[in-house]
């Protein structure tokens, strides 16, 4: 991409981004479209996971140029219940998007190492002060969560390891909650990327954003200890995810809008609440761009923000959720909701995951016994919860 004028500038190379532009690519190859972003890679250092039932067919066109690696079934264990699902379980590193997205846009679209200072209507101003005219520009780079938005976060840390010897695992461990709480909701996370590679994730539902680096790294140690994994560390990520559980959408919105510039991604709302899940949404959202006979600066805005309003209505039910495990569940025991979730039907499961649940399923997972007291169940519901500033406060 040399010139200064372009169809569509998407700033953010992260999955919303790069799928964005991969969905026009293909069905719009005589736009021209231009991805900036401010890392030298696409994607960053993530992983993506997603079940197969996540996706309709078009979506799974859309990811067909990456090569996930995927597991037909996946276990989950609590200190009271230990099941194996049988759904298909898919994961993503954001290496291969960047390999898979630079074959397949090639460098004339791609732009890394390339700060946006500003955006606007119709332009975008690089860092540097070069200014590139576009037809329509997409806003695909995170919004900070501010007091708008009100609930609790979700804190990991993930380490690759290449273990000494075959591990022997033969599908991932979703959920391991079946160990020390330390005050949060916390379970492990496994994935077998190879016969000898692990990437093991320590993750927290917690009431602060507060990520102890040699703590959860420690704790890390332990866990590949105890279950006979050694061997070397050879990546891994961190990250600290708020989890919605509440709040003014419409003034979260308005706070980090530009006129007449669209918003995608996690910046525009489209994630799960309970489960900080994207990619979905991310899929979906990059069909529906470009599917649009009209990809005009101002029709793109109005139509993301009609979407991500429909999708903050759509999923108030997860939010309920949330507030009930973070202000009605001691936080050792916030496990419990999740031990009694995972007994559930499969179907029920997956398409909580997706934000797909029926009325049929809210009944059911509402029914019966519930984890917490009713009386605090009740509290929670009626309650804001607690602002989500960067410090929780």
Not at 30 to 38: I, K, M, N, Q, T
Not at 255 to 263: C, D, E, L, Q, T
């Amino acid at each position: 991409m040399s010139g200064r004028s372009i169809d569509v500038a998407i700033v953010g190379g992260g999955l919303a981004g790069g799928l964005t532009a991969l969905a026009l690519r293909r069905a719009r190859p005589d736009v021209l479209v231009g991805l900036f972003e401010a890392g030298e890679t696409l994607g960053g250092n993530h992983r993506w996971s997603w079940f197969d039932s996540d996706l309709d067919e078009a979506g799974h066109a859309l990811l067909a140029p990456f090569k996930p690696i995927g597991w037909d079934g996946y276990e989950v264990r609590f200190p009271a219940h230990r099941r194996t699902l049988a759904a298909r379980y898919n994961s993503l590193a954001s290496r291969d998007f960047d390999d898979a997205l630079r074959r397949t846009l090639g460098q004339d679209t791609i732009r890394t190492g390339t700060p946006v200072a500003s955006l606007e209507r119709d332009a975008i101003v690089i860092a540097d002060g070069t200014r590139i005219e576009a037809g329509a520009v997409i806003d695909c780079r995170d919004a900070a969560p501010d007091a708008n938005l009100r609930g609790g976060w979700q804190v990991f840390m993930g380490s690759h390891l290449r273990t000494d010897g075959p591990h022997g695992l033969k599908r991932p461990m979703v959920m391991d909650a079946d160990v020390t709480q330390h005050g949060a909701y916390r379970f492990v996370y496994v994935l077998p990327l190879g016969p000898d590679e692990l990437f093991v994730e320590d993750t927290y539902y917690a009431d602060d954003p507060d990520l102890d680096g040699p703590a959860l790294a420690g704790r890390i140690e332990r866990y590949c200890d105890q279950h006979g994994w050694s061997g070397k560390v050879i990546g891994g990520e961190t990250g600290v995810l708020p989890v919605i559980t509440g709040g003014d959408f419409r003034a979260w919105q308005d706070a980090h809008a530009i006129s007449g510039v669209a918003r995608a991604g996690a910046g525009g709302g489209f994630v799960h609440p309970l489960t900080s899940y994207t990619l979905p949404f991310a899929v979906e959202n990059a069909l529906a761009i470009a599917a649009s006979p009209d990809l005009s600066g101002g029709h793109l805005a109005a139509m993301l923000a009609a979407r991500g309003e429909r999708h903050w209505q759509a999923t108030r039910f997860y939010r309920d959720l949330g507030r009930m495990l973070f202000d009605a569940a001691e936080p050792d025991a916030r496990y419990r909701i999740f031990q009694r979730f995972y007994r559930l039907p499969e179907g029920l499961i997956e398409r909580f995951y997706s934000a797909r649940t029926t009325f049929a399923d809210k009944a059911r997972i509402l029914c019966g016994k519930p984890p917490v007291s009713i009386p605090r169940a009740l509290l929670a519901l009626a309650g804001k919860g607690n602002r989500l500033s960067p410090k929780g406060t």
